[in-house]
T-cell receptor
Framework: QQKVQQSPESLSVPEGGMASLNCTSS?????YFWWYRQHSGEGPKALM?????GDKKEGRFTAHLNKASLHVSLHIRDSQPSDSALYFC????????????FGDGTVLTVKP | EAAVTQSPRNKVTVTGGNVTLSCRQT?????MYWYRQDTGHGLRLIHY???????QIGDVPDGYKATRTTQEDFFLLLELASPSQTSLYFC??????????FGEGTRLSVL
């Protein structure tokens, strides 16, 4: 059973546009989330975490968490071609181990 | 600078072959992980470790062994490789409440 589901599978936006990625968990043990980004040929790199309900902004990236619905989203404003990558949502099983469950990812393409 | 180094970066073996993937971290992290990445499945945890000599089973452990020989070194062993184990393998390290830091990956092909 997939515990972290991401949508859409792929997304294409024009340069300068807004990209919105979604993630839903089916497990209420997941109380906070990480967003990771993976460029082709590289390992995943952590973008940001969100622990509290509401918005968290870091530069062009804004994460939004709704704990009641176990839904988290990532919004990228002023998207750049360098943002083209595979984005993962991940949730920890336990705050002490760092063990993460990952979604299947969203492929973002930003077209110049 | 924090780093996780994997070797080899690419490996080809035959069905039934014996493969060892290596991972070294220089971050003084307690936790280390082995994930596999396949199209349509994201990243799936194979094994992880709390420290030297410790091993914990992940979500997809069948066909894999792992050993943590030191704080820095974590190995993934495939003793009878099968084509279903063709995948991209990532090692990662972290401390409590930190996002795991990933290596650059090892691409394994089992023919």
């Amino acid at each position: 059973q997939q515990k972290v589901q991401q949508s859409p599978e792929s997304l294409s936006v024009p340069e300068g546009g807004m990209a919105s990625l979604n993630c839903t968990s089916s497990d209420r043990n997941f109380q906070y989330f990480w967003w990771y980004r993976q460029h082709s040929g590289e390992g995943p790199k952590a973008l940001m975490s969100i622990f509290s309900d509401g918005d968290k902004k870091e530069g062009r990236f804004t994460a939004h968490l709704n704990k009641a619905s176990l839904h988290v989203s990532l919004h990228i404003r002023d998207s750049q071609p360098s943002d083209s990558a595979l984005y993962f949502c991940a949730a920890p099983h336990n705050t002490n181990t760092g063990k993460l469950t990952f979604g299947d990812g969203t492929v973002l393409t930003v077209k110049p | 600078e924090a780093a996780v180094t994997q070797s080899p970066r690419n490996k080809v073996t035959v069905t039934g072959g014996n493969v060892t993937l290596s991972c070294r971290q220089t971050n003084s992290h307690n936790y280390m992980y082995w994930y596999r990445q396949d199209t349509g499945h994201g990243l799936r945890l194979i094994h992880y470790s709390y420290g030297a000599g410790n091993l914990q089973i992940g979500d997809v452990p069948d066909g894999y062994k792992a050993t943590r020989t030191t704080q820095e070194d974590f190995f993934l062993l495939l003793e009878l490789a099968s084509p279903s184990q063709t995948s991209l393998y990532f090692c990662a390290s972290s401390d409590s409440n930190q996002a795991p830091l990933f290596g650059e990956g090892t691409r394994l092909s089992v023919l």
